[in-house]
């Protein structure tokens, strides 16, 4: 599909957002045409032109685009401009005479920001659809829990109508996210195995070794929990879950994902403890490097809360998954960085055979490092003998050279297009809340167990486990 023309603003325009992820998404497409008529409004509170913007462009693409070109760059740049403000009506109002026609606002702020600059935006109009569509992209998270998340709605719901929202989970447009509806609906062979009746255990994990990046303004707020789990890990969660859709399409979709989160057995709040674990990094070793705990980061208070690992168990009362527990989990300065959902079978009724003594498949579906999909099973050991051996069917999703694009800029052409298909509706994010909420409330008091930086995570992190599970290691 051809886009439309049109002005992308960035609120937060140099920020972190903007400058690692965002803009370099923003290039890449330009470079390969697919956004032929862009033109860029970057909006921040800091005083500077639009070439001092051009150049600090230009200075991040070259550090994050491996194949940046200045000739592209050179015709990108005279699109670009530059407004400073802050969020209120007064200051906004200067945008107005830069945004013409179709119009993608981008908010790449703190969450705490979100509601201010929508309303910010709307009051001075510069929401309504004459001439052209405006839409808002809002980064994640949507809320800090579920009372706030309802009152950020009825914020921007004072202005904006759902079909101009656009609340971003840059999971959603990785490739191996969407290969988990692929992978299972285009192939017959997963209906009848895709249950209760034949699945043990989905084991969903986003570990990574990166600490706090200097982010600790953001994240000693958020903790893991905030920053992975009620979005990313969730989403995930819920499109492993889902049940078969009769139509793709963006409403088809989002109804079967909220009806799994409205499926999921709610977590009394004086039980959190059998359902969730949280951890906090402390001083080790990565790489063969001392580094420090995370309350010696800097910035972070010494009396700090903030979770740096989270791990909850789920079940879905639904008919499908009736007993099925799923773990979710997610940590900083772990051993090693690796995004994959991890689906175990039953073990088959019968050992026939010597060798292997656990019989059980696991289907496991890569999305970092690399993006890939095995499936782990069982064949004859070679020789005299009928016995069992592992074996590894494995296809690679995506090889490297087909891969030089990311998550931002499928989402950014979805939403030029007008496509909600990979962005949450609210009830999604009202129901993942729902669900977290009883343990954020728990969390409250107590402190995180510590784990040492470059580990597995915090040992309390079994105590989730059914009789039988164990984590997966990334080596298994
Ligand atoms: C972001 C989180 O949403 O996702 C970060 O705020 C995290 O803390 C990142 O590092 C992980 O995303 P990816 O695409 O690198 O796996």
């Known amino acids: 599909m051809q886009v439309e023309p049109l002005t992308l603003v960035i609120l937060g325009a140099t920020g972190d957002l903007t400058r690692r992820l965002l803009f370099p998404a923003v290039y890449r497409l330009f470079a390969r045409g697919r956004l032929p008529e862009l033109k860029v409004v970057g909006y921040a509170t800091e005083e500077m032109s639009s070439k001092a913007f051009q150049q600090h462009l230009e200075k991040s693409l070259k550090e994050f685009v491996p194949k940046f070109s200045q000739e592209v760059w050179d015709r990108l740049k005279a699109q670009v401009e530059y407004v400073s403000g802050d969020l209120t009506p007064e200051k906004i109002r200067a945008l107005e005479p830069q945004v013409e026609g179709n119009a993608l606002f981008y908010l790449a702020l703190p969450p705490q920001l979100f509601d201010d600059a929508a309303v910010g935006l709307g009051s001075v109009g510069l929401h309504r659809e004459k001439g052209g569509w405006r839409r808002l992209i809002i980064e994640k998270p949507f809320g800090w829990d579920l009372e706030s998340a309802r009152g950020l709605r009825e914020r921007l719901h004072q202005h904006w109508e759902e079909h101009q929202l656009f609340r ?11 290969n988990l509806m692929v992978f299972r609906f285009a192939n017959r062979f997963m209906e009848p195995i895709w249950n209760a009746a034949n699945i043990a255990q989905v084991q969903i994990t986003a570990a990574e ?43 088809n979709l989002r109804q079967h994902k909220v009806e799994v989160l409205q499926s999921v057995r709610p977590i009394p709040q004086e039980r959190v403890k059998e359902f969730a674990v949280r951890g906090r990094y402390g001083p080790g070793v990565m790489d063969g490097k001392n580094v420090p705990g995370y309350l010696e980061e800097e910035g972070v208070p010494h009396d700090s809360r903030t979770e740096t690992f989270a791990a909850i168990k789920l079940y879905i009362d639904n008919w499908r998954w009736e007993g099925v527990p799923f773990y979710l989990r997610s940590g900083k300065r772990m051993k090693q960085s690796y995004t994959e959902v991890a689906v175990q079978f039953k073990e088959v009724p019968t050992q026939l ?7 059980s498949n696991w289907l496991i579906f890569r999305m970092k490092p690399e993006e890939k999909i095995d499936l782990v099973a069982y064949a004859k050991t070679p020789g005299l003998n009928l016995e069992t051996r592992t074996v590894v069917l494995c296809t690679e999703i995506s090889r490297k050279e087909e891969m030089d694009f990311t998550a931002y800029e499928q989402l950014i052409m979805d939403a030029a297009e007008g496509d909600q298909t990979h962005f949450l509706r609210f009830d999604e994010v009202e129901e993942a809340w729902r669900i977290l909420d009883p343990i954020l409330k728990a969390w409250q008091h ?3 167990e510590e784990y040492a930086s470059g580990s597995l995570g915090p040992n309390g992190q079994g105590r989730l486990m059914d009789p039988g599970h164990y984590w997966r290691s990334p080596e298994d």
């Not at 055979?353 to 019989?359: A, N, R, T």
Request: charged fraction near 20%; hydrophobic fraction near 40%; glycine fraction near 10%.
């Open 209 to 251: 070794t990166l600490g706090l990046e200097g982010r600790y303004k953001y994240y000693d707020q958020a903790g893991a929990m905030r920053d992975m789990l009620q979005n990313h890990l969730m989403q995930i969660f819920a499109l492993t879950a889902i049940e078969p859709v009769s139509k793709w399409d963006a409403n």
């Open 353 to 359: 055979f010597s060798g292997v003594e656990d019989l």
């Open 446 to 448: 107590g402190q995180p």
């Open 168 to 178: 971003i989970d840059h999971f959603l447009g990785k490739e191996t996210v969407q």
